[in-house]
């Protein structure tokens, strides 16, 4: 029998206000309120000591500043310019894996649609070609009739 099938009454489980807690629940309780509490009270110390360091290296900050924003941009700089060069070349390699898997012909991701663009393009081209040799034979036919109209 399904719990669907069953009343609501027999899936809700059953609370009797009176009846004490069973030890395995007031195990429960202490241990999350242990735990609780030693994190906040971790939380507390750390804000503090945050604070207080941050009063403490305020002065030392505000003498070296002219020395570190520079540093800071030099630094910030440089690491964007590593992190950029190094995601440029993966990229590169990434793309010549996928070529080379291409032609080999290992059927890697997205060759599908690679082939169904090449299909389109390439019949898209030879009507473009077809419509051209008409307009010209068009074109060539107009020519010839104004010169025998002359």
Same mark, same amino acid.
Not at 105 to 119: I, S
């Given at each position: 029998?399904?719990? @669907? ?9 059953? &609370?009797d206000s009176s009846a004490p ?9 202490? /241990?999350? *309120?242990? !735990? ?19 009063? !403490? ?18 630094? %910030?700089?440089? /690491?964007?310019? %590593?992190? %950029? ?14 070529? &080379? +898997? &291409? ?17 389109? !393009? ?7 070609? +077809?419509?051209?040799? +008409? ?7 107009? *020519? @010839? +009739? *104004?010169?025998?109209?002359?």
């Amino acid at each position: 029998m399904s719990d @669907q099938s069953k009343p609501a009454t027999q899936l809700k489980p059953n &609370y009797d206000s009176s009846a004490p807690p069973s030890s395995r629940q007031v195990v429960k309780f202490l /241990t999350a *309120a242990t !735990i609780g509490t030693v994190l906040l009270v971790l939380s507390g110390l750390t804000l503090t000591g945050t604070v207080v360091a941050l009063i !403490i290296a305020t002065p030392a900050l505000v003498v070296v500043s002219p020395i570190l924003v520079p540093a800071g941009t030099v630094l %910030f700089l440089a /690491t964007a310019g %590593f992190l %950029f060069s190094g995601c440029c070349g993966l990229t590169a390699l990434m793309a010549l894996s996928w070529l &080379y +898997e &291409y032609a080999a012909g290992k059927h890697p991701p997205g060759a599908d649609q690679l082939d169904y663009a090449r299909m389109r !393009i390439a019949n898209k081209a030879r009507d473009m070609k +077809e419509r051209a040799k +008409e307009y010209g034979q068009y074109v060539h036919h107009k *020519a @010839q +009739e *104004a010169t025998q109209a002359s």
